[in-house]
């Protein structure tokens, strides 16, 4: 079962949207073991949609088609796609009231032009929308089959993994396919890319020179660490699962304790688990970050049980009247120091992470840009360390975020009496 | 002229890399002038890159084709535009030569599957590499062209810059084209997509109605607002220009208020520049946003001029002990008048604003998911305004920043006294 992928939109041609569905489709097609072999781009243009639609159902038995189901006029691929269905655009009551319900939920009057929204091609079936307001569609064409879904992303994903996957993989079932390919991804933290290529070189060749079923792959991606990912093809789930497993084995013995977490254990996630697990609740003050770290903590769910709240003492006399910390240099061991016991202290937290530095381009008070001191105080011990980061001033931001969310990652993963789990 | 775009590469089609460069050659085609009407991935496969590229060059006068230029046995874009061109490959040694210069250059040995990097189709020129090892070509085929260029981004860029638009814009000159293509993007916020889209359909359709050189698209972009994109083109810099300043007068007499900015006057740093303005210093409390506000204002070059820091209270009892919130709902406008006094007094600033609400999914007090309060202290005065927002957790946490700077901004704007400019 082959499946191409026709992002719409003149926004995307020109560069002023990436198109990030694409490659989101590629990943969750590629999983489900259903070949993707061509993604194009094309503008609002009716035209031009109906041509790379055409080409990609001379090639493939489904497209996935995405975006351009908006109210505003230049939202045309219900249009197009009724064209190459060789038939009319039928407005359905059902979908128009359906739509209303939608804003009125929201204490909204719905525009006429949100009724364009319930125009079908004729022969198609609707998949309800439960985000937004644009329905989707599945849309027979012969034997093979388009689906349309919304351009905006949240939309998009909802409605591809609730029905255009399963259908998809019904199809290739039907047609005795059943390959799955299953990626993971081995997140790690305090290793460049470069570096991490020449550790995992050996174990690339082993895979290469085996001519295995696994592929690995590597990302650096300033906020979320470096990543390597697997990707294994197997008959079934529990065949691709064991590849991974002994791959993910492999990766863990190169890389020790570099290694923080797998797929959706991010930095945020696994720090907030070893606080849970020890009983600990936390307190930021951030300089530089500005709220960078809380504003990640506070994305994991549950995360009010062991986050207090972050003083963000971006001005010097935050840092001394709000925090404590003594006359001086503000960029120093003294002032990461005084503002790490000053969070615990004044948010009343058992741990006080801090973070200053100079995120520059200028220097600071005489200091480097990319200093950064992260100050840790834990059982009213307090340490501080001082790293030196490149990049400009977001990648020193993102990278100080990091750096200090894995120093107390690694302090609470030595810490004895965990209690229980 | 029209040049479409072909990106090579498994790791596009399979998600684990985002195609970002051919979102840069979209905005650079037109800024040139080029119109670009499709883009194409392909994965590394001899047979589907040769249908690529066939199916660009029978739409298209020139392609530019991106990746699968580097030294391994999945490189086969060089194969595959032979092809194309109808001819063999031949192996180029005064470029085996300065592929080995390269390497050694860089202290390093080069590889017998460099060597590979030196083939070039018969009848293509080279474009030398100044950044990594792989040559550009430029490849003819008739009176069509194929220019080949690595998938590495800086390498790309670059030889595109110095070699493939100046070669682009020759031909179009030489066809007697010489346009110029510019963007620009009216920022507003407070009115839904749709709702807009009614607002201006009558200016859209008298565009349409006069066969404009302008066009016009919205986007609802979360963090960033709405922002309506004015696309103009002309013979020259300066009457495309003119075309712009006229359309984004329409634009703003049709939206007044709601425009807060065009461009890189984003939010967050036109709030900066009416701070500076009135003279004004702002500290915020942050409750649901968990930091959100305070790291996008830190973003701002020179912030320290006006912006002292954040507390951000994620627990009830930072809100009561820091910032002095009373006994009872923390979701309640009572809280969110004492969490904007506090704000001010606890951080010295003259501007204190205050978030408190439920992010969602579930309810907190009894408040629903989406209910956001914002308290604002300006000259020992407080306001508190509700707002009921759509979407998920992260959507709610990003309008709510959104909502919150824009409130600031009115005030802001309508505060009589403005020190001069």
């Known amino acids: 079962m082959r499946c191409e992928v026709v992002a719409v939109g003149t926004e995307l041609l020109l560069g002023h949207v990436v198109d990030t569905n694409s490659a989101w489709l590629g990943e969750r097609l590629a999983e489900a073991g259903i070949d993707c072999h061509f993604q194009t781009r094309v503008g609002d243009n009716g035209q031009r949609i109906v041509a790379a639609l055409g080409a990609a159902l001379a090639r493939s038995e489904a497209v ?15 249009e197009a796609i009724a064209e190459v269905m060789g038939g009319a655009l039928e407005r359905r009551q059902p979908l128009v009231d359906a739509i209303r319900a939608l804003f009125e939920a929201r204490g909204r009057t719905m525009s006429a ?25 599945v849309c027979p064409v012969g034997e093979r089959v388009v689906y349309a879904v919304p351009g905006v992303p949240a939309e998009m994903k909802e409605m591809v993994e609730r029905a255009v996957i399963p259908d998809l993989r019904a199809r290739a079932a039907a047609a005795g396919e059943t390959a799955v390919i299953v990626s993971r991804t081995v997140r790690a933290w305090g290793i ?38 697997l990707t294994a093809k197997a008959k079934s789930e529990g065949a691709v699962r064991s590849l991974l497993d002994a791959e993910e084995s492999e990766v863990r013995a190169s890389m020790g ?34 709220g960078l770290v809380a504003s990640r903590l506070v994305s994991v769910p549950g995360a009010s049980a062991w986050f207090r709240g972050s003083v963000v003492a971006y001005d ?9 910390v003594p006359d001086g240099p503000v960029v120093s061991e003294s002032a990461a120091r005084a503002m790490a016991e000053g969070a615990a202290r004044v948010l009343g937290a058992d741990v006080g992470l801090a973070l200053t530095g100079v995120a ?13 001191l992260v100050g840790l105080t834990v059982d009213a011990s307090t340490e501080v360390t001082r ?12 990278h100080a975020a990091m750096g200090a969310l894995d120093l107390l990652r690694r302090h609470l993963s030595e810490r004895p009496g965990a209690s229980g789990r």
């Open 64 to 78: 996935i088609v995405c975006g351009g189901l908006g109210p505003t006029p230049d939202d045309i691929t219900r």
């Open 113 to 137: 032009s949100n009724e364009r929204q319930a125009d079908v091609p004729r022969g198609a079936e609707v998949i309800p929308q439960t985000v937004g307001t644009a329905p989707g569609l």
């Open 192 to 229: 460049t890319e470069s570096l991490l290529a020449e550790t995992l070189a050996p174990r690339l060749e082993a895979l290469d020179a085996q001519d295995s079923p696994v592929t690995m792959a590597f990302l650096a991606s300033g906020m979320a660490g470096i990543e390597v990912r």
């Open 257 to 290: 304790s570099l290694v923080f977490g797998v797929d959706d254990q991010t930095m945020e996630v696994v720090v907030g688990t070893l606080l849970v697990r020890h009983g600990l609740s936390l307190g930021l003050a951030e300089s530089l970050t500005g």
């Open 316 to 324: 010097s006399r935050v840092k001394r009247h709000v925090l404590g």
């Open 360 to 372: 520059g381009p200028d220097p600071q008070e005489g200091v480097a840009p990319g200093t950064v």
């Open 387 to 398: 790293v030196q980061l490149p990049g400009d001033r977001e990648l020193v931001r993102q």
